[in-house]
């Protein structure tokens, strides 16, 4: 965690070296110049979703093997960007290559349950310890489909969710994320704020923002909001928050926000569309040992395929059951990825895997720690499985107000033109953490750390 004493990192010199890692990168990346040229004539700002933008041009990519991306020039990266946290598996791993070539043969979509979603609903089961499974294709259906339930389940509307936790584009659950400092207010008294437009207020309202590792926060929101009439249905978190570098949980929050939203009727959902099957076999249930009403899961989950699953008691799947709620989706347990999140599980994130994933993590951090200390620098490095980061930050960060009083976004800045330059590809944005593959090696997480200590370097030359 941060450090006691540090330098002031010389802000000229940040610009300085911003603007000569820029030159250098578009320097070597004439050719993604001249895709973006071309997209930005039929794609939106040339991309295929908003969070590919980058300015001046994104960096589109040719083709990943293993732990290695590379782009349309021909640069060859280490990938720790991983497609937001996707492919823990690594690029086309030959299990999952056989398993969905052999599937494209037998036909892909037929919108009818296939054996492999029996196995991958089985391995989900054990692995998290709930009973009962059902897909979607991406996170954000399996948030928006796991609030649903728990309206259902509760008879209630309101819900609650962590201040500027991501959890997907739908309506429901775009509020209160990238608010600026000035805006975020009293911590009792959170606002409903939709995140971009065409986002209606009055469904904003219904999701009330409580910040992370505050239970008591959490408990008058809901006191009150229990006192206005609306006793919300169920508190929506991360475990860890992954989209503000990561934040972890602080000893005894977990259990805390458990016993609040079982006193009060409400259920709770995990997203462990980040920390689930990245973090541990059994995500952040099995890891932090608190036993959720309900789970979401994607990303990683389809190694690289489009994938959701929702996991949750046998309870808070009553009503699905009785077809009272309406879960379905034409795509939902498709073939191909069925196939995939199948030798995803068994043969890919085996415990070995897993082992050797916090091995390589605890290798980074270290390095990256190493480099925070011999330098002084205003920071820590922190994660969790196979994500992590290092937060560039003078005071630990436990929520959306510390981090947005702490993080300096110039130097995120920085970091992410430097790694680029030096071959390692991360995400581009101050807020994500780096995702590690099963392929990575320890040279792999070495050529990060020398990447990190050759920016400190000339910072403090
Ligand atoms: C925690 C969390 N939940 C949900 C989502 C939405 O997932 P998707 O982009 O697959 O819809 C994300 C995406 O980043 C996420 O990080």
């Known amino acids: 965690m941060a450090a006691g004493t540090h330098i002031e990192i010389d802000r000229a010199r940040i610009k300085e070296l911003i603007e000569r890692e820029t030159a250098l990168l578009n320097e070597r990346t004439e050719g993604s110049r001249a895709y973006y040229e071309r997209a ?169 923002p409580v910040p992370f590792n505050d239970a008591e926060a959490m408990e008058r929101r809901i006191e009150r909001l229990v006192e206005e009439g609306r006793p919300p249905a169920c508190v929506i978190m991360e475990p860890a928050m992954m989209n503000l570098g990561v934040v972890l949980p602080e000893a005894g929050y977990l259990e805390a926000v458990r016993e609040i939203t079982r006193r009060h009727g409400m259920l709770l959902i995990f997203d462990e569309v980040k920390t689930g099957l990245c973090i541990a076999a059994g995500g952040a249930v099995e890891r932090f040992g608190v036993q959720p009403d309900l789970v979401t899961l994607a990303k990683a989950l389809g190694g690289g395929l489009p994938s959701g699953a929702i996991g949750g008691t046998a309870e808070a799947f009553e009503l699905v059951e009785a077809g009272k709620v309406v879960q379905v989706g034409t795509y939902n347990g498709n073939p191909l990825s069925m196939a995939a999140a199948r030798a995803s599980l068994l043969e890919v994130l085996t415990p070995d895997a897993y082992a050797h994933l916090d091995a390589l993590n605890d290798h980074l951090l270290a390095g990256c720690q190493m480099v ?78 020398q990447a990190f200590e050759e920016m400190a370097d000339d910072l403090t030359a």
């Open 40 to 208: 930005r004539q039929s794609l939106v700002g040339g991309v295929a979703s908003s969070y590919q933008l980058r300015d001046p041009w994104p960096i589109y990519l040719s083709h990943g093997k293993g732990a290695q991306v590379w782009d349309v020039d021909g640069n060859e990266y280490l990938d720790f960007h991983n497609g937001f946290g996707a492919m823990v598996q690594g690029h086309a791993h030959p299990a999952i290559t056989k398993a969905v070539t052999e599937r494209i043969e037998l036909g892909t979509h037929f919108a009818a349950p296939t054996e492999d979603a029996i196995v991958v609903g089985e391995e989900l089961t054990r692995r998290f310890g709930l009973p009962q499974w059902r897909y979607v294709n991406s996170g954000s259906e399996a948030t928006m489909d796991a609030i649903r339930i728990a309206r259902a389940a509760t008879g209630r509307d309101t819900i609650v969710k962590i201040f500027g936790s991501y959890h997907g584009h739908h309506d429901y659950v775009m509020v209160s994320i990238g608010v600026e400092y000035d805006r975020i207010g009293d911590r009792f008294e959170l606002e409903s704020l939709p995140y971009g437009l065409g986002i209606p207020q009055a469904v904003a309202d219904m999701t009330v």
């Open 372 to 449: 925070i200390e011999k330098y002084s620098f205003p920071g820590y490095s922190v994660g969790l499985g196979s994500k992590g980061c290092v937060t560039f930050s003078p005071e630990t960060i436990t929520d959306y107000t510390s981090f947005k009083a702490n993080q300096d976004a110039e130097l995120c800045e920085l970091a992410w033109l430097t790694n680029m330059n030096r071959g390692v590809f991360m995400t581009p944005g101050r807020e994500e953490e780096w995702t590690l593959s099963v392929t990575h090696t320890f040279e792999d997480c070495n050529r990060f750390i």
